[in-house]
């Protein structure tokens, strides 16, 4: 349903950020970046098709404001060694282009990725379109939807992956270059239970336990991303202490 109902209202949202005064943008060093629609990711083995999220819009405006404030937000009355910890870590972050794909090793998944979108952009633009995928979600995503939830075995049983492939520079004389591309891959990894009802679940109550306990280490209120008010706390111990795994994969060079 949040897809259907995120082409609905597009137009809507596209409006709404561009009514908004504009922010500062990062300067990203290296050749234009032109992500592939569909691609063999040889590392990881799978197919993966380029996806319309809010995720990479989310990761632009953290860039934004850490653009803005390169030490990161200062906290309402932070402790002396979260001010250390914070003035350490964002200095070192530097910004990257960024997209989401969705993957699968399967090139029949990718095929039913397209038709479930097709169906979706065709007929999520008018209501009666809205009103048939919702009432057939099977039919138009080729059984990938279903109108029934899963159940408590199926929820208990599911896992997710996200895979993080990075590219970049194994050397700052070749950024300064400019054109050169990049000559280093790194590859990480986060995992955990089933992502609708499990991990968002856990994800939300880590993030509102820290928001709890550690309100004077973090900015005023406002509307932020998350990055931006969570990154110099100690979020990511929290989540590893309740299933949710981070993984250094591997790094190579992709000179040839």
């Not at 979706?120 to 138009?140: D, E, N, V």
């Not at 309740?242 to 060079?253: A, H, L, M, P």
């Amino acid at each position: 349903m949040s897809a259907v109902l995120g082409v609905a209202n597009a137009s809507s949202l596209q409006e709404l950020r561009r009514s908004r005064p504009k922010r500062a943008r990062p300067q990203i060093p290296g050749p234009p970046f032109k992500p592939k629609s569909i691609e063999r990711q040889k590392s990881l083995g799978l197919w993966a098709l380029k996806l319309p999220s809010a995720d990479a819009i989310v990761v632009r405006r953290t860039f934004a404001a850490l653009t803005e404030n390169p030490q990161g937000l200062q906290g309402v009355i932070e402790s002396v060694e979260h001010k250390v910890k914070r003035r350490q870590l964002w200095p070192t972050v530097k910004p990257a282009h960024f997209g989401v794909k969705i993957g699968s090793k399967s090139p029949w998944a990718i095929i039913r990725f397209i038709f479930t979108g097709f169906f979706i952009g065709l007929f999520g633009t008018f209501a009666f379109g809205r009103k048939l995928l919702l009432r057939f979600p099977g039919l138009f995503s080729l059984g990938w939807f279903s109108k029934k939830g899963p159940t408590e075995e199926e929820v208990n049983s599911a896992t997710f992956k996200m895979w993080f492939v990075g590219k970049g520079y194994s050397d700052v004389k070749l950024v300064a270059e400019g054109k050169t591309k990049p000559d280093t891959e790194i590859i990480t990894r986060v995992s955990g239970p089933e992502i609708g009802y499990l991990a968002t679940s856990i994800i939300l109550i880590q993030c509102a336990f820290i928001v709890l306990s550690q309100r004077k280490n973090l900015p005023n209120g406002g509307v932020y991303p998350p990055g931006i008010i969570f990154g110099a706390t100690d979020l990511q111990e929290q989540l590893q202490a309740n299933g949710i795994s981070f993984d250094f994969i591997s790094k190579r060079s992709l000179r040839q």
